[in-house]
């Protein structure tokens, strides 16, 4: 009897917590709707000026986008190393992880509290190459000039800030697992039945429209997925038909779909 009182006793503490953390959480969220409101219009303004995705996107859709955005924003440091520093910058990093994350549950990468932008290329540990960006357990990095030139430039598929919030969405999923989107876990085995084919093929010498950069190793070969799936998406599934599809599935999103739509205004 006296067990299952303490079983009894630690199963109602749980539920309380439960309960509480829910409260504490839909209290936080209601704050921050509240003070997101006072400044989606200045969101709305750098993100439809920049990112061409947002304005195929339906209203209801923009403003899930936006307050995801502003909540990305306000929850990671942003440190700026040898670049002045403009305001648009950390929201226009945020909106390309939330563009990433759009049609998942979890999207804040939460493993991840400081983002460090540097102005141009530069060099990491031992490599003799120059790094665009990088991802590893002391945060999200990425050269601006890189990234501005991703965002802006419709006829490259290289985009910087894509490739390293693709780095880091299986990083809070596979290695630390602090932010594990069901989904997306289960959604990847399947898109790895289908990629792991591809990219043997390509470390044996097949080439195809993902370069030979995706065929580095496999964390390249989806980050690089991930970047032509945005970027060149026509192409991707003309070409790689059953890859595009498990993408699809995998993000919840279809950028094919989404180029018919008319342009918001």
Do not use: C
Not at 4 to 31: D, E, H, R
Not at 53 to 61: I, T
Not at 143 to 159: A, L
Not at 179 to 194: A, I, L, M, P, T
């Amino acid at each position: 009897m006296e067990v299952f009182l303490i079983y009894l006793a630690l199963f109602g503490t749980v539920l309380l917590l439960k309960f509480l953390s829910g409260y504490v959480y839909a209290y936080l969220i209601k704050k921050r709707k509240k003070e997101f409101g006072q400044q989606q219009d200045y969101y709305f303004r750098i993100v439809s000026g920049n990112i061409r995705y947002f304005n195929r996107l339906s209203p209801v859709e923009q403003e899930k986008f936006l307050f995801r955005t502003y909540l990305f924003h306000h929850q990671k440091k942003f440190h700026y190393v040898g670049v002045t520093t403009q305001p648009e910058m950390p929201v226009l990093i945020s909106a390309v992880a939330v563009q990433l994350t759009m049609g998942l549950e979890r999207f804040s990468l939460n493993y991840f509290k400081d983002i460090y932008v540097l102005k141009h290329d530069y060099h990491y540990g031992y490599y003799s190459l120059p790094f665009m960006g990088h991802v590893d357990n002391s945060g999200i990095y990425l050269s601006w000039d890189n990234f501005y030139q991703g965002i802006k430039n419709s006829s490259d598929v290289s985009n910087v800030g894509m490739h390293e919030m693709a780095h880091a969405l299986a990083y809070v999923n596979f290695v630390t697992k602090t932010e594990e989107d069901r989904h997306f876990s289960q959604e990847f085995r399947y898109f790895s039945k289908v990629a792991r084919p591809i990219f043997q093929a390509m470390q044996r010498g097949q080439r195809n429209l993902l370069g030979d950069y995706a065929a580095t190793n496999y964390h390249e070969f989806w980050a690089v997925s991930v970047e032509t799936f945005f970027g060149n998406p026509v192409r991707f599934q003309h070409q790689l038909p059953e890859l595009y599809a498990a993408m699809v599935k995998l993000l919840n999103q279809d950028p094919v779909a989404q180029l018919k739509r008319p342009v918001e205004s």
